[in-house]
């Protein structure tokens, strides 16, 4: 038998143990077509299937279709980072590698990644076992040094096929796709290669995340939920936060009510929240075994679901938790057997509005007809790839690809179909959870933080034996206990000197509350009875308050056959503001799908607003959306607190389940 008959017969008995049918070989007629092919970058195979994939300036496990044999060259910005290998360098070299990474760390807020085997301008050249081994130890060595744990992410096999295959060889077998196999554990395994015999090598991804820092404690999330009523929000919710599956009946949304009437009917009318925990390997953490502060204790990221209304009765409350709530994601659910019905396309429509991202959750498929499933997808595929979203839709299955949403939610928006009542595709939301990062970019993160502290106020309780307290987010900076701010501002424009009490942060005091949480605080002493819409803020900042602004703004709908003209009035939603505001000047009249620039002013009384923020305003079916360009401040006082030794006692524990 001649060497060609030798491989041909090693090709046959390596495609027919393939479960897949392999694309068919490209015939190479001459080593002309050869030198062709490899300068193609045709030569490098992977092995695998439906796996990690790239575009763009993305991660190799990030793919939209067959990877090729290189990535997008690095970038210094980032928290992306490639190393060809790390095999023992010297100290000098370490402490350099060392820097590195905590250079990676902070472009990432917290969380890097390393490419293992990819050379700075992307191409895949690969490790053999041996250098693989040792660089990842290298790695350990340093997130070590670096106050930080490495986790390997994925390991890929690269087969370089071209030095492998000789020039005269007359068949040359194109790229095949990834075989990625799902172990018993739900893992994802490399197949065995189905090419010609070569030299294996690997390339792996490592994400270094950096361990919990006590002041910063954790990393939050909010979510919120938005949909139809009846599309399962609340049960979705429940299920996810308490680890038990519904029966059928809606019995895991009964630990989200707050009312009796919610109970009694079924449907939410007002905002309740609930966390759900990761730590930094990716583990869960709900209420099913674990008490509340043992899941801000064992957490390094905590994801806040912001349970909203559904119908359309309650279209106030649930704007109100988009603006004053600022959730970095919202979630969409649609129930697969009614479709996109009711508020769906309004949700939606406020989601883009106001700019926050977006994923879909298609519930119920348990009892639903795969038919209908997919017409309930392709709807949804549809409407996405519309000029009003222009995000289309990715469909997750596996777990991998649950990895790649997180990565890709900017640009694309995933969709997940899942079951409350048996669990199906569970796992896959969990992971898409515990990868997703705050949508505040890195840089305004840290100018966020590094400011005075302000605090929006967006809800207000008395307590029996405490007294008033106030529950909203954190906007800039940090607030400690006994800080002195001021409040405001009040009907009077004026603002109140105030002294923090007390912290609390998901139902548990804390000492300080940092840019980004929602937390409760109590005071010394409250002459007056504060509002939503409030501003606690740092002596440092201007004290302010504006009755008539200018603002851009667009019609979205507007059901009336005249056009909008000086003297309309409408509820406007500024942040965590909400009240009537009246036209009293207009550039031109305009009606649906049209802009104009205006001239508002607050009918009840006055608030701190700034340049730049977003609004969304609705009287009716009349809606719009629009952003502020100027404001007319008014001079304002302070009320000092006159006695230095408040008498008040010190609100140290304050019990809001209710709220937080």
């Not at 080593?31 to 796996?51: H, I, P, W």
């Not at 969380?111 to 700075?120: F, Q, R, S, T, W």
């Not at 997940?416 to 992971?431: E, I, P, Q, R």
Request: glycine share 6%; charged share 25%.
């Amino acid at each position: 038998m001649g060497k060609m008959d030798l491989v041909n017969s090693k090709d046959d008995k390596l495609q027919s143990s393939q479960t897949e049918e392999l694309p068919e070989p490209k015939i190479l007629s001459d080593e002309t077509d050869y030198k062709m092919a490899k300068r193609q970058n045709l030569g490098c195979f992977f092995v695998g299937s439906d796996g990690p994939r790239h575009r763009g300036n993305r991660l190799l496990s990030n793919s939209e279709q067959l990877p090729d044999t290189e990535l997008p060259p690095e970038v210094e910005e980032g928290n992306i980072e490639y190393k060809l290998k790390l095999v023992n360098p010297n100290p000098s070299r370490l402490e350099h590698l060392v820097t590195q990474m905590k250079w990676r760390l902070r472009e990432g807020q917290g969380e890097a990644v390393y490419e293992i085997g990819v050379c700075d301008n992307g191409k895949l050249a690969g490790l053999c076992r041996g250098e693989m081994d040792a660089s990842i130890d290298t790695l350990r060595t340093m997130s070590k040094l670096a106050d930080a744990e490495c986790i390997v992410l994925k390991e890929f096999s690269v087969i370089d096929s071209v030095n492998a295959i000789p020039p005269t060889h007359k068949h040359y077998h194109p790229k095949p796709k990834l075989a990625w196999a799902e172990s018993e554990d739900g893992s994802d395994t490399v197949a065995p290669p189905s090419v010609l015999p070569s030299t294996e090598k690997y390339v792996c991804e490592v994400l270094i995340r950096r361990s919990q820092d006590e002041d910063c404690m954790w990393t939050d999330l909010r979510v919120a939920m938005l949909g139809n009523v009846d599309a399962g929000k609340s049960t979705l919710c429940g299920v996810l936060t308490h680890g038990e599956l519904d029966n059928g009946a809606g019995k895991a949304r009964l630990n989200l009510f707050r009312h009796l009437h919610e109970i009694q009917s079924g449907h939410t009318s007002s905002i309740s929240r609930e966390i759900l925990g990761f730590d930094k390997q990716g583990r869960m953490f709900n209420y099913e075994n674990h008490s509340i502060e043992s899941i801000l204790d064992c957490s390094s990221k905590i994801i806040t679901f912001i349970d909203l209304a559904g119908s359309q009765k309650y279209l106030k409350t649930t704007v109100f938790g988009l603006t004053g709530h600022c959730p970095d994601y919202a979630a969409l659910v649609v129930n697969s057997k009614q479709g996109l019905v009711g508020t769906f396309r309004e949700h939606l429509g406020l989601t883009v509005a106001l700019r926050v991202l977006s994923f879909v959750c298609i519930t119920k498929i348990d009892g639903t007809a795969p038919a209908t499933v997919r017409r309930c997808r392709h709807q949804i595929e549809s409407i996405l790839r519309g000029p009003a979203v222009r995000r289309p839709a990715y469909v997750v299955t596996t777990l991998s690809e649950a990895e790649d949403a997180a990565l890709q939610i900017r640009e694309r928006t995933p969709v997940f179909m899942v079951s409350a009542v048996t669990g199906d595709n569970l796992s896959l939301l969990h992971h898409f959870l515990s990868r997703l990062q705050p949508a505040l970019s890195k840089e305004a993160r840290s100018l966020a933080l590094q400011a005075a502290p302000r605090f929006s106020v967006d809800g207000v309780l008395t307590v029996t034996g405490q007294g008033t307290i106030i529950t909203g987010l954190t906007t800039r900076g940090t607030i400690r206990e006994e800080d002195t701010m001021l409040l405001g501002p009040f009907d009077d424009k004026s603002y109140e000197e105030v002294k923090v009490a007390s912290i609390q942060c998901n139902r548990l005091p804390r000492r300080l509350a940092k840019c980004g949480q929602s937390v409760s605080l109590g005071f010394h002493k409250l002459e007056r009875t504060p509002r939503k819409g409030m501003i606690l803020q740092s002596p440092s900042y201007e004290s302010y308050c504006v009755e008539e602004f200018t603002a851009e703004i667009y019609i979205l709908q507007h059901s009336s056959s005249s056009k909008l003209k000086v003297g309309f009035e409408a509820t406007v939603f500024i942040d965590s503001i909400r009240q009537t505001v009246e036209i009293i000047k207009m550039e031109r009249e305009i009606t649906t799908g049209q802009k104009a620039k205006v001239r508002l002013k607050f009918v009840q009384y006055p608030d701190l607003i700034a340049v730049g923020s977003r609004l969304f305003f609705r009287n009716g079916r009349t809606k719009g959306m629009g952003t502020i360009v100027d404001i007319v401040k008014i001079k304002t006082h302070i009320n000092r607190t006159t006695d230095p030794v408040l008498k008040s006692s010190k609100n140290s524990e304050l019990v809001l389940d209710e709220v937080n």
